[in-house]
């Protein structure tokens, strides 16, 4: 009965079919050279058909024989009317062409650019890409309260980030895996322990959407294994915009604490990185050991932004800039800890660190449109400046029965990038296509009078430990850095028959960079021969020129005292990398479902380190040297099923090149007592990279995928420590070889979406019930053989490589008479994972498991402003990092905190 039933339903759902027509359809904007527009709204009047056209501005809507009246509507366009004919089982094709609505005034034309910034327009762009790329845009940033580019991608499957790390962990791959590139061109970093610039410098207000690039093709460059993140900046998108916005808020724990600051640094954190003293007889050092106090903890931020398009004939010019300020207040305080190899606690100290932050930004756009041809200039200036001042009480490997020593380190990091970049595309001709990009990027970065002193309470005095003259340091330290690079790609298309919708094009092109690093470091050393009191809230009482005259301590630099003529000589590295690169890729649909991606790259790069450090020089132990040069294949096939269904994979080969840091055999003092020293030896790794993908687009904004990885990382580098003074870490090509196998989903899906009645209301109205949900599984080895590390065990995860990812997302949107109201609540959870390996006899220290749950909020108070309200960290839960037990001892926790709640409130209006 039941297949009697399916077979009528059939027949009569075929017959009905049959005797429909189809009205096929693409509509264009006649103002912008007629490109596609993009969801347009398209309806049959007096009938309950419609459709909304795609990307491509195309839409379908089958309906009975009948001459009709379509109805186009798109915002900021003239609504148009147009009458159509349909005939049974036939196809009428129809180019609806549209404009600007017309300024009442001026008769100026308001033309609307189409942007990345939808989460719809974004999915739209995935189903229809050559190859696997995962975005995250404007709009879904402000819904789940992202502030910046870090938080965005921590948002896509398979990316978390770890505390104490500065960037973030793609597939389980760390910093140096991965790389940072914005507008398409690579970015330096403003941090030479870091390969990429922190994901935090670029806020929400400056980011129209985000990729991460996971799947590597010809086209990017191959110094990655991770992701790819590229930062598309926002520009212009309709005639005029002018917008304001403020927030604030603070951290709970925060408020209420008698804040420390570092004296010295101001408000804005604009820092002074010049020598105070040159003479090692004088203490004439600027700023004082002794800590401010700060009050009226209120975090701030402030953006304004604006443009105004100017026609030019028959073309345009936008011109658009941003301005904003942001700062923060943090209090945290905790334990560390650390043990020997067979489990007893040597050090156990309580602390608190009081950390401010600053930035501001500044960007100017002017982006010139002749034709379907571009030239835009873009030029940025972004300031941050993070202060931190750190106080530890208790015991480390005491000599006598009950010594304990308080630790203060004071230490600020200015960072100041400049990015400057020419961004070309010219069309020219119906199937030859330039784009030709350049940038200039400068890097001035300084950590200006790093304090670190410790004391020494025994027989009931506190005193300046006298083991060693780097236990009461101050230090100073500068990075230069300019990067020179370019890309040129020329696309042809190889389909010359019009009605041939199937991809078929090739593309060359080439990219060159320059990169010229220099770093420089003075070292001064506060050197005590005897124990002298001394009141932990007034150090300055000692640290002064009566104490150097009286021959209580003695002032040196690291390369000696005030006899050596080279006292002043700052330690340095000065790095060169120069790489030249050439690529061809071609994309060809044999048929309308399967499509063929195929590329090969070339690069010849070489990378050079001059140094003369506190541990080394090359005049004696000669540069640190790599040069390389690497063919690297990609190829990847998109198996489209049907318009919902499509099938993707995908290999390639990627390489991973050291940092200068990681190459310069200088010796920079971490917090906590440890060390880290470059290794001239290091050499390249090799990746190779194998990608399966399904994706299913159930409606509109929603979205199913499923996509497996596999890696092999041949000659892996890593961080570990090495039998030396001094808990001394290094990096160390560890083993021969190093895997990651895993799986990631993606869900969106749209609980139910029900319009809302006018009730004279203006607007469209509705009630909207969402999530979003990702979560990924990574198994990852590596094998650890270097004899020089002492491993523990011959193999372990990768360091930061999460077994489990989790993010999920809910989101409401509705309307309260012409107000529209959105929540969100987004919770993300990461599963145990190696923060550093085992070496010498001690276990792997692992960073245990974390769930974060934010809430998100806005609403609508007129058509042009809007009150926001975020809750952060809602759970607060706790950070601890714990070593494993050692012949069945349980673990020890090595360090434990809370980061607190943040509330904040903003304030937006639009011009």
Do not use: C
Not at 286 to 308: C, E, P, W
Not at 689 to 694: G, I, K, S, T, V
Request: proline share 3%.
């Amino acid at each position: 009965m039941n297949k009697l039933v399916f077979i009528l339903l059939f027949f009569v759902t075929a017959l009905a079919s049959a005797q429909n027509g189809t009205i096929a359809g693409t509509i264009i904007d006649k103002d912008y050279n007629d490109e596609p527009v993009a969801f347009a709204s398209v309806q049959v009047k007096g009938t309950t058909k419609g459709a909304q056209s795609d990307m491509d501005g195309k839409f379908t809507i089958s309906i009975a024989p009948g001459t009709y009246t379509l109805v186009v509507t798109f915002v900021g366009m003239q609504a148009v009317e147009t009458p159509v004919t349909v005939t049974t089982g036939t196809t009428t094709n129809i180019v609806i062409p549209m404009i600007a609505e017309a300024a009442a005034l001026d008769d100026i034309v308001i033309t609307v650019t189409k942007t990345r910034e939808s989460a719809a327009a974004l999915i739209e762009e995935k189903k229809k890409a050559v190859t696997i790329v995962q975005s995250i845009g404007a709009e879904e940033l402000s819904q789940k309260g992202v502030s910046d580019a870090e938080g965005a991608v921590t948002k896509v499957s398979g990316v978390s980030k770890q505390q104490g790390v500065k960037n973030v962990f793609v597939r389980g791959l760390g910093d140096r895996y991965n790389s940072t590139s914005l507008n398409g061109l690579p970015l330096p970093s403003e941090d030479p322990e870091y390969k990429n610039i922190a994901l935090d410098f670029f806020g929400s207000d400056l980011i129209e959407s985000v990729d991460i690039n996971k799947v590597f093709t010809s086209e990017l460059g191959a110094d990655v294994a991770g992701a790819n993140v590229n930062i598309d900046l926002k520009g212009l998108s309709g005639r005029k915009d002018l917008a304001v916005s403020f927030s604030t808020g603070a951290n709970l724990q925060t408020i209420g604490e008698d804040f420390k600051g570092i004296d010295g640094e101001g408000y804005f954190g604009f820092s002074d990185a010049e020598l105070p003293v040159n003479n090692l007889n004088v203490y004439g050092f600027d700023n004082k050991l002794t800590a401010t106090n700060q009050n009226n903890l209120i975090n701030l931020g402030l953006s304004l932004k604006g443009g105004k398009r100017f026609d030019i004939g028959d073309n345009y010019l936008n011109v658009y800039g941003l301005v904003t300020f942001d700062n923060g207040y943090r209090f945290v305080d905790g334990t560390i800890r650390n043990t020997g190899s067979t489990g007893n606690v040597f050090l156990d100290q309580d602390f608190q660190k009081y950390q401010y932050e600053t930035s501001q930004i500044g960007q100017v756009d002017l982006d010139y449109r002749f034709g379907k041809n571009k030239i835009e200039w873009i030029s940025m200036y972004i300031h941050k400046n993070t202060q931190s001042f750190e106080d530890y009480n208790g015991f480390n490997n005491p000599e006598q029965d009950g010594d304990l020593v308080y630790v203060n380190r004071q230490q600020t990091n200015d960072n100041n990038l400049y990015v400057n970049q020419l961004l070309t595309h010219f069309e020219l001709s119906d199937r030859l296509e330039l784009d030709a990009k350049g940038a200039f990027n400068a890097l001035r970065g300084s950590e200006p009078d790093r304090r670190n002193f410790e004391y020494l309470l025994r027989d009931g005095f506190y005193s300046p430990n006298i083991d060693s003259g780097g236990n009461n340091q101050r230090y100073f330290s500068k990075i230069q850095e300019n990067d020179y690079n370019a890309n040129v790609n020329l696309r042809y298309d190889l389909n010359t028959n019009d009605e041939d919708d199937r991809l078929n094009y090739f593309t060359v092109g080439g990219d060159v960079r320059w990169t010229h690093h220099v770093f420089q470091a003075t070292i001064f050393n506060h050197t005590f021969d005897t124990r002298i009191a001394i009141d932990i809230d007034n150090p300055d009482a000692v640290f002064n020129q009566p104490n150097i005259n009286n021959g209580n301590f003695r002032l040196e630099t690291g390369r000696g005292s005030a006899i050596n003529p080279q006292a002043f000589n700052p330690f340095y590295y000065i790095g060169d990398k120069v790489l030249f690169a050439g690529q061809g890729n071609y994309v060809k649909g044999f048929t309308d479902k399967l499509l063929m991606n195929a590329g090969l790259r070339y690069e010849t790069v070489s990378q050079e380190v001059e140094y003369d450090t506190n541990i080394a020089s090359s005049a004696n132990e000669g540069l640190a040297e790599i040069n390389e040069n690497l063919f690297l294949p990609s190829l990847g096939f998109k198996y489209t099923a049907n318009d919902k269904n499509i099938f993707r994979i995908a290999g390639s080969q990627s390489y991973i090149m050291p940092r200068f840091k990681e190459t310069a055999p200088f010796r920079y003092d971490n917090p906590g007592g440890t060390a880290t020293q470059g290794n001239r030896d290091l050499q390249i790794s090799k990746v190779s990279n194998f990608d399966l993908a399904y994706e299913f687009y159930p409606a509109k904004g929603e979205l199913f995928s499923l996509t497996g990885f596999y890696k092999i990382i041949d000659n892996p580098i890593a961080r570990t420590e090495i039998p030396s003074g001094g808990n001394t870490l290094t990096y160390l090509n560890v083993g021969d070889q190093a895997t990651v196998l895993g799986v990631e989903l993606e869900l969106r899906k749209n609980i139910f979406v029900k319009e809302l009645p006018e009730a004279g209301y203006d607007v469209t109205r509705e009630n909207k019930l969402a999530f979003g949900f990702n979560a990924s599984y990574i198994h990852s080895e590596q094998d650890q053989v270097n004899p020089l590390a002492q491993f523990t065990n011959s193999t372990s995860q990768l360091q930061g490589a999460a077994p489990v990812l989790v993010n999920f997302d809910l989101n409401y949107n509705t309307y309260i008479n012409k107000s529209s109201v959105n929540t969100a609540l987004v919770f993300s959870y990461f599963s145990e994972r190696v923060y550093s390996v085992g070496t010498r006899g001690f276990e792997n220290i692992n960073e245990i498991g974390v769930p974060t749950l934010d809430f998100v909020g806005s609403i609508g108070l007129t058509e042009k402003s809007k009150l926001s309200l975020k809750a952060r960290n809602l759970l607060n839960p706790e950070y601890r990092l714990e070593r494993e037990g050692n012949g069945g001892l349980g673990n020890v926790i090595l360090s434990q905190y809370k980061r607190g709640l943040d509330i904040s409130l903003g304030y937006s209006y639009q011009f």
